[in-house]
């Protein structure tokens, strides 16, 4: 099952609707509202079984995203194959 | 001989010291008139070189002691001024008893003419001056008060020029640091979003390459692999616009492009046709009701990108399969000021209240840790304001953003 929020708000708005919450979510970061950061800040704090794999074209913020508990972090342009086998790891 | 040289800079003493003892002279220095003084009460001087302005006692000062002093009636007295130099300043030096004024700097040659003339030349009886100065007392100090007076002016305007010079170089530092900061903050901020922008745009491409390498084998998946292509085809469009925009925006900002009459009905004509071309695999419809056909605003070749980015936007978010674009033309007056108004109402994906208002930014939200989005739309912005215009975003629905966005500019019209 695949769910899509277009910025970081609408993504932990759907996080707290689901009851069954997402195993792994895959996060970008420059976002309109919320960015990447701060919605898997949240999500964490709620959660912190879910997998969150940043993939983001800005690599300024890996330490910072893996500091707050990111399982993967990925710079764009990403071969599905690498993403694929991150999501893979994050599901075992 | 043995010359006592007066003057308060060291770097004077030593060049006169020099001069002096290459031709044969025993050179003895004082810093100003009261050391000089001491220095006379102990040895026995041919000549006196001295400077005028020193501290403690100046050079004036010194000449009149040693004039009132028969015991220094043989002794010439020459003064060497860089800071008294006007024949009313020549005059009074004269009256006080020297025997020569010359004015720094001189060619040392020269100097050392004159000083070995005076030496050689001059009668015991000619070193202190006939007239006796203490007759003229009054008058000579009067003299010397009023010569003060005209340096000390002087001198005051001199540093309130140098002030004034000051703070017009402290503000041009300013402006240059101000100008220096907005261009490397301008550079960075390029720098991150181009590179961000970027990044998105080729990781579609390629994922969208991928796909289509996966379903290559797979005839029954021909509506997806042309959809996928189609798909890859606006990112390529999308990227070409990104670094047209860019290039207008920092052409924008860089440069004052002037503006003229432009008539924007012709161009929103050639703006709709660009953006259909462009967006050939997708149904658009573009209609325009406008108050009429030749319509003027003051702009430039920048409206073109206005309005292109502007039905872009109004493409790209758009999940139907028939994009609409309704645009209508319109006057308004303002506060006795006739502008156009040009709604952009489209069947897109709109736009949540909590954006409307950063939609046109671009950078960071501090607070919320949001970006802004879209270079096209910063663009737009930067563009209206150029042309003391307005650029808003409203629910083409009141109250509902899911039924599609309108974009308004409000821009001045000329006659």
């Known amino acids: ?92 | 001989m043995k010359v006592l040289i007066v003057d308060d800079n060291k770097e004077n003493l030593y060049l006169l010291e020099r001069m002096l003892k290459n031709i044969g002279h025993e050179v003895v220095m004082a810093e100003n008139g009261k050391q000089a003084l001491e220095r006379l009460q102990s040895d026995n001087f041919k000549m006196i070189i001295s400077d005028i302005l020193m501290p403690v006692m100046d050079g004036y000062q010194l000449c009149h002691a040693v004039r009132s002093n028969e015991e220094f009636s043989d002794i010439l007295f020459v003064f060497y001024t860089a800071t008294y130099v006007e024949k009313p300043d020549e005059e009074l030096a004269l009256k006080m008893g020297a025997n020569k004024f010359i004015r720094k700097p001189m060619e040392p040659e020269k100097f050392i003419k004159i000083i070995e003339n005076l030496l050689q030349n001059t009668e015991p009886s000619q070193v202190k001056p006939k007239k006796d100065i203490f007759k003229e007392e009054k008058g000579l100090f009067k003299l010397y008060s009023e010569r003060l007076v005209n340096k000390l002016e002087q001198k005051f305007l001199a540093l309130e020029k140098e002030k004034i010079e000051r703070q017009r170089i402290v503000q041009k530092l300013r402006e240059n640091e101000e100008k220096y900061r907005v261009a490397y903050n301008r550079a960075e901020l390029y720098k991150d979003l181009f590179a961000h922008d970027i990044s998105n745009i080729l990781q579609s491409i390629l994922s969208g390459v991928q796909l289509t390498e996966q379903f290559l084998g797979h005839p029954e998946k021909f509506e997806y692999k042309k959809k996928t292509l189609e798909g890859i085809k606006e990112q390529v469009i999308r990227g070409a616009n990104l670094v047209s925009n860019v290039r207008n925006l920092s052409q924008l900002e860089s440069v004052k492009i002037s503006l003229k009459r432009v008539n924007i009905c012709k161009i929103l004509k050639n703006s709709i046709a660009f953006v259909k071309n462009a967006y050939s695999h997708r149904k658009i419809n573009i209609q325009v009701n406008s108050i009429g056909e030749i319509l003027y605003i003051q702009a430039n070749y920048f409206l073109n990108a206005l309005f292109e980015n502007i039905l872009t936007n109004s493409v790209k978010h758009n999940k139907n399969p028939m994009v609409r674009i309704n645009i209508r033309v319109f006057r308004v007056g303002i506060n006795e000021v006739n502008y156009l108004k040009i709604e952009f109402l489209d069947n897109g994906t709109g736009v949540e209240d909590a954006r409307k208002e950063n939609i046109f930014l671009r950078g960071v939200n501090e607070d919320k840790g949001a970006y802004g989005i879209g270079f096209g739309l910063w663009l737009v912005k930067n563009i209206v304001d150029s042309y003391n215009g307005k650029i808003w975003v409203e629910d083409r629905v009141k109250g509902d953003h899911t039924k599609g966005s309108n974009f308004v500019l409000l821009i001045p019209e000329v006659v």
């Open chain 1, 1 to 92: 099952m695949v769910g899509i929020a277009s910025n970081g708000e609408e993504a932990v708005s759907m996080f707290i609707s689901f009851s069954e919450k997402p195993k792994v979510i895959l996060m970008d970061h420059r976002m309109p509202i919320k960015s990447g950061i701060e919605a898997a800040k949240e999500i964490l704090e709620m959660n912190n079984n879910t997998k969150i794999i940043f993939t983001t074209g800005d690599d300024s913020i890996k330490e910072k995203a893996l500091s707050i508990g990111a399982f993967s972090f990925r710079i764009k342009p990403i071969m599905l194959e690498q993403l694929l086998d991150d999501i893979k790891k994050a599901l075992k």
